[in-house]
């Protein structure tokens, strides 16, 4: 019983001893660590003036980056730096593992032109090069920190596979050699979507706080479109907001700085986009911004994450973000919001202001050219739904013409008696409407209802990427391009170039004809000044459109002849007198002069 007594007191001698040794020398000190990382993380909240980022993302620099003097082939700058691949069904090229930027990527469904053998859409490039484009990821110490982070100059070590493919991301390793050790995993989806997980493991004996970044960077001004439908340049959905930045208003001094829980930060083309994409439940600061280069102009935008990442002794931090970079397909790109729950990353396509009018718009029409395989069917069909649609009112309207077509005697007449006096010529002609119950409004009725129509189609040519290089029939092998035809080289059988605005092909001619024919079933304007309008508008349009994309004329064109087919079948109807060859007969020489024709009256 003694025995047991002395046995049961060292037992809870040991298990004392064994308690205060846990506390002093293991206990204590792990609780002092994550006091300090605490410490740490409230002194560093935000530290880092964002807008400053430009290039090394140790201390900000408020001077120009170093970058190559002189601009070199890109084949020559690739060569100088270690390189693993990227092979997959959509994207060849390379990654840099100085820096381990995404910088040589060349989009494989995308060609620069419709001739065979184009060469693939080149998307990124590297720094130094005349089309430089790229995008990285990594770390920004905190204020009073002095912690060696992986730069742009930084060679990082594969791990394993060397070559990047949808099945096999690729690992890529560095250590500081002060007790952090830097990994980062690279994969990609079958399309555009690069994931990025980026670990550090802490050994210093200290805790670190360091905050993710990521930046999208451009050098020198791109060749742009133009047009003033589309954005072409620094992007972003940040807050509530999708401002957009373009190069001339950056280059000016025009910055975006702005906070937000979710979002993305990039630059945009016509057709491609480079996008940086954050954890969407972190807050971080957006930046949209010039920067000056040593030698060229600079294009930026970037995010940092609001607060650090505190990685306390012993233990490993992680984050991670998605690069996209790639073709602007929509349903990718729908897709891609959905799945990460990308805030606004549809936006990346530019809807415009009409967007409830825009994407109805494409939806109708892509569905339709899936099941007839040709977008420029597609567009003839979509315009036949359209004069569906709006039937009764176009027949509304065209009785009314009709209505006014008849009066044309008595407006004659009328003109006859008080022609020089325009008050009371005025006041017998509305007296003559009401009492005919004719509105003379209703006959713009057609054109008014076709307006919105006519601009999401144009919007949805011009913007999306599915109708580059949509081929129609014959000659029309891309339907977002203008018809590549002219009337002033005999349609290329003269071996002469031709300035834009005398690219008159057949399309914009028919559509001309069309718009003419429809005019001259329409009353004539009393007023002369009005019919000479009138009479040069169809050579006006012709001109014009000649030099929209083809897709748009031809729904224009086909549009116009199924209103002449309506509008004439109306008429007849309503007993109007009227011979469409007398019309069209009468009325060319005014048409070929740009003149009214004056006809008397019956």
């Known amino acids: 019983m003694q025995h047991d007594s002395k046995n049961f007191i060292l037992a809870i001698a040991l298990s004392i001893g064994i308690i205060v040794i846990w506390q002093m020398f293991i206990a204590k000190p792990r609780i002092e660590r994550e006091r300090q990382a605490i410490e740490l993380a409230e002194k560093t909240q935000n530290p880092v003036d964002s807008s400053k980022i430009t290039g090394v993302p140790q201390a900000?620099?408020?001077?120009?980056?170093?970058?190559?003097?002189?601009?070199?082939?890109?084949?020559?700058?690739?060569?100088?730096?270690?390189?693993?691949?990227?092979?997959?069904?959509?994207?060849?090229?390379?990654?840099?593992?100085?820096?381990?930027?995404?910088?040589?990527?060349?989009?494989?469904?995308?060609?620069?032109?419709?001739?065979?053998?184009?060469?693939?859409?080149?998307?990124?490039?590297?720094?130094?090069?005349?089309?430089?484009?790229?995008?990285?990821?990594?770390?920004?110490?905190?204020?009073?920190?002095?912690?060696?982070?992986?730069?742009?100059?930084?060679?990082?070590?594969?791990?394993?596979?060397?070559?990047?493919?949808?099945?096999?991301?690729?690992?890529?390793?560095?250590?500081?050699?002060?007790?952090?050790?830097?990994?980062?995993?690279?994969?990609?989806?079958?399309?555009?979507?690069?994931?990025?997980?980026?670990?550090?493991?802490?050994?210093?004996?200290k805790p670190v706080a360091l905050f993710p970044y990521a930046r999208v960077q451009r050098q020198e001004t791109p060749k742009l479109i133009g047009v003033f439908v589309i954005h072409e340049g620094l992007i972003g959905a940040l807050g509530d907001d999708v401002p957009e930045l373009g190069y001339s208003d950056a280059k000016e001094g025009e910055k975006i700085s702005q906070?937000?829980?979710?979002?993305?930060?990039?630059?945009?083309?016509?057709?491609?986009?480079?996008?940086?994409?954050?954890?969407?439940?972190?807050?971080?600061?957006?930046?949209?911004?010039?920067?000056?280069?040593?030698?060229?102009?600079?294009?930026?935008?970037?995010?940092?994450?609001?607060?650090?990442?505190?990685?306390?002794?012993?233990?490993?931090?992680k984050y991670e973000n998605q690069v996209f970079a790639g073709a602007k397909v929509v349903n990718t790109i729908n897709s891609y919001e959905d799945k990460y729950k990308i805030k606004k990353f549809s936006n990346l396509v530019d809807w415009g202001w009409f967007y409830f009018i825009t994407k109805p718009m494409f939806w109708l029409l892509q569905a339709i050219q899936g099941i007839v395989g040709n977008f420029g069917i597609a567009i003839l069909l979509i315009t036949v739904i359209v004069k569906a649609a709006f039937f009764p009112l176009a027949n509304k309207s065209y009785k009314s013409m009709a209505q006014m077509k008849m009066l044309q005697p008595e407006m004659a007449r009328l003109k006859e008696l008080h022609g020089d006096d325009r008050a009371e010529m005025q006041k017998k002609t509305m007296e003559l409407y009401k009492k005919e119950k004719v509105s003379p409004m209703a006959g713009c009725l057609p054109m008014l209802l076709q307006i919105p129509v006519f601009f999401s189609l144009y919007k949805v040519l011009f913007v999306t990427i599915e109708m580059r290089h949509a081929p129609?029939?014959?000659?029309?092998?891309?339907?977002?391009?203008?018809?590549?035809?002219?009337?002033?080289?005999?349609?290329?059988?003269?071996?002469?170039?031709?300035?834009?605005f005398l690219m008159i092909g057949v399309l914009p001619l028919i559509m001309g004809i069309t718009m003419w024919i429809q005019m001259k079933l329409n009353p004539a304007p009393t007023d002369p000044i009005q019919a000479q309008m009138f009479n040069i508008m169809p050579i006006a349009f012709t001109f014009l459109l000649g030099t929209f994309p083809a897709g748009l004329v031809l729904y224009w064109a086909w549009n116009n002849f199924l209103s002449i087919i309506q509008q004439y079948t109306i008429m007849k109807k309503q007993g109007v007198d009227i011979t469409l060859m007398d019309n069209i007969r009468d009325g060319l020489p005014g048409f070929l002069s740009g003149r009214g024709q004056k006809k008397d009256s019956k």
Not at 135 to 160: D, L, M
Not at 188 to 205: A, L
Not at 267 to 272: A, H, R
Request: cysteine-free; overall charge negative; glycine content about 8%.
């Open 259 to 317: 906070s937000s829980t979710g979002g993305w930060i990039g630059i945009t083309d016509k057709y491609w986009a480079v996008a940086a994409i954050p954890d969407q439940t972190q807050e971080f600061d957006g930046v949209l911004r010039y920067i000056p280069l040593a030698n060229r102009d600079g294009y930026q935008t970037h995010y940092v994450l609001k607060k650090p990442i505190t990685i306390a002794d012993g233990q490993t931090g």
């Open 472 to 500: 129609f029939v014959l000659w029309i092998k891309d339907l977002s391009a203008p018809d590549p035809t002219s009337v002033f080289n005999l349609f290329g059988l003269l071996p002469i170039s031709l300035p834009a």
């Open 60 to 205: 900000p620099q408020s001077g120009p980056v170093a970058v190559p003097t002189t601009v070199l082939p890109t084949e020559l700058v690739i060569a100088k730096t270690p390189r693993i691949e990227i092979s997959t069904a959509k994207l060849d090229g390379t990654i840099n593992l100085a820096g381990a930027r995404l910088d040589d990527l060349h989009l494989k469904d995308y060609h620069e032109t419709i001739k065979k053998g184009s060469p693939e859409i080149t998307l990124l490039a590297p720094s130094g090069t005349k089309h430089a484009f790229f995008a990285e990821q990594g770390w920004q110490p905190a204020a009073g920190q002095s912690i060696k982070v992986p730069g742009e100059k930084t060679i990082w070590n594969v791990a394993g596979n060397k070559t990047l493919t949808e099945s096999s991301p690729v690992t890529l390793t560095w250590d500081n050699g002060e007790g952090l050790a830097f990994k980062r995993t690279i994969s990609i989806d079958d399309h555009y979507m690069f994931n990025i997980t980026q670990e550090v493991t802490n050994t210093s004996g």
